[in-house]
């Protein structure tokens, strides 16, 4: 499985959180930072930061992809249309929550949502 990390870098704790949730090896972890410039435009920054991804039109279409979504629901949400366009469907993305009472504040994997299934489901309510 390839894991796009457009956060902060994973631990190793939270790396085996996600195989364990995902039943599955991360083969490869790329990590892609971001940082925009709010003064332009965000989806050309998009297509300029996800072209730079080493992965081919091919790979984007039919390896096994979690997504690590950046924190600023923004870019966020322009970067999961694109993806939605590379890709034919929405990817699986990794919510990282605080640890209870942990000093210093660290972060765990909590779930691994799967917005396809979430976006097919809200399809079946459509009237």
Excluded at 73 to 100: C, E, Q, S
Excluded at 118 to 125: H, L, P
């Amino acid at each position: 499985m390839i894991l796009l990390n457009f956060s902060h870098p994973l631990t190793t704790e939270q790396r085996s959180q996600v195989e364990q949730m995902t039943s599955q090896t991360l083969g490869r972890v790329i990590p892609v930072p971001v940082q925009f410039d709010s003064d332009q435009p965000f989806s050309p920054q998009i297509q300029t930061l996800l072209a730079d991804i080493p992965l081919s039109a091919e790979q984007w279409q039919t390896e096994s992809i979690l997504i690590v979504p950046p924190s600023l629901n923004f870019i966020t949400a322009v970067l999961l249309a694109d993806l939605h366009g590379r890709m034919g469907y929405f990817p699986a993305i990794i919510r990282l929550r605080p640890v209870a009472n942990a000093n210093p504040p660290r972060f765990e994997a909590a779930e691994i949502l799967n917005l396809q299934a979430v976006r097919d489901e809200a399809r079946e309510t459509r009237n």
